[in-house]
């Protein structure tokens, strides 16, 4: 019963690090391009991935479950087009979504409970990730000619900059 979500829930670590590896290769990309605000953009968004990854790590800790780490796939770090980064990243957003839904499911179907409760945390956060990157994709469509009207736009409203979330699930390594 545990063990099939546990296997599940390791290989969303793996999806984790994956969009942490992915936005940090965006944050390079317009890091290179002269683009700070969108680069400490996602700087910060991968530092949330890895966050969500070290949550689900510690939750396998706590059940005593075995934690795997996977490989993970190289990214690019240079794009054609200033959009295609944040299409790409709304996305594995709305993939994620997918997958945490998924998760939920499977830890209602096998009846674990334990694994239900800490996966509600996660359907919260999708949707607000997901909305995130749907603004940030209508203000970069609207600045293409002109990225930096979207770094004006992230100076002054510091999207996704809300601070710690106190119902956030503790993170391996954290401490607490
Ligand atoms: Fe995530
Ligand atoms: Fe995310």
Redesign the pocket.
């Known amino acids: 019963m545990a063990e099939k979500f546990a296997k599940a829930l390791n290989e969303q670590i793996g999806h984790e690090f994956a ?1 942490h590896q992915q936005y940090v290769a965006i944050a390079v990309h317009y890091d290179a391009e002269t683009l700070p605000q969108l680069a400490h953009f996602f700087y910060r968004q991968a530092l ?2 890895r966050g969500h990854a070290m949550m689900m790590v510690q939750y396998l800790l706590d059940v005593g479950e075995e934690v795997h780490l996977p490989d993970i796939k190289s990214q690019a770090t240079s794009y054609s087009a200033g959009v295609t980064p944040v299409e790409k990243a709304l996305a594995q ?1 709305k993939r ?1 979504g997918e997958e945490i839904f998924a998760l939920f499911e499977l830890a209602r179907e096998v009846k674990d409970y334990r694994a239900e409760q800490f996966m509600q945390w996660f359907v919260k956060e999708q949707v607000e ?1 997901v909305a995130l990157m749907g603004d940030l994709l209508n203000v970069v469509e609207r600045s293409k000619e002109n990225l930096l009207l979207a770094e004006d736009y992230i100076a002054r409203e510091n999207p996704g900059e809300g601070g710690g979330d106190p119902t956030a699930p503790p993170a391996a390594g954290m401490g607490g």
């Open positions: 969009a949330e991935e957003e994620v990730e």
